[in-house]
Nanobody, 126 residues
Framework: QVQLVESGGGLVQAGGSLRLSCAAS????????MGWFRQAPGKEREFVAG???????YYADSVKGRFTISRDNAKNTMYLQMNSLKPEDTAVYYC????????????????????WGPGTQVTVSS
């Protein structure tokens, strides 16, 4: 089992930056497939970025070139560096983890992650 806690959210002006962190408990963090998702009011939870145990990264088209996902296995922590933020990035951001190996096409599906953090609010003002 792994427990996840996000931090780093807040209010920022359009064009600004934020860095989210996801701290994980447990001694097998390096073996987990990790992801960032977000959910805006009235919308479904959507995939933002993912990173597998080997370090390969994946991004939603809407954030490519602006967001960077990374992990530090020694610190049991995953990060999401968000640059050039837009008002449409406003949402609650969740980190997620799972150990199962899955096809790449399924990395963006929330149902393929069994462990979730409580979320952190990101608000981008125009």
């Amino acid at each position: 089992q792994v427990q996840l806690v996000e931090s780093g959210g807040g209010l920022v002006q359009a064009g600004g930056s934020l860095r989210l962190s996801c701290a994980a408990s447990g001694r097998t963090f390096s073996s987990y497939r990790m992801g960032w998702f977000r959910q805006a009011p009235g919308k479904e939870r959507e995939f933002v970025a993912g990173i597998i145990s080997g370090g390969s990264t994946y991004y939603a088209d809407s954030v490519k070139g602006r967001f960077t996902i990374s992990r530090d296995n020694a610190k049991n922590t995953m990060y999401l560096q968000m640059n050039s933020l837009k008002p449409e990035d406003t949402a609650v951001y969740y980190c997620a983890a799972d150990q199962a190996s899955i096809p790449g096409a399924e990395l963006g599906s929330p149902s393929r992650y069994n462990h979730w953090g409580p979320g952190t609010q990101v608000t981008v003002s125009s």
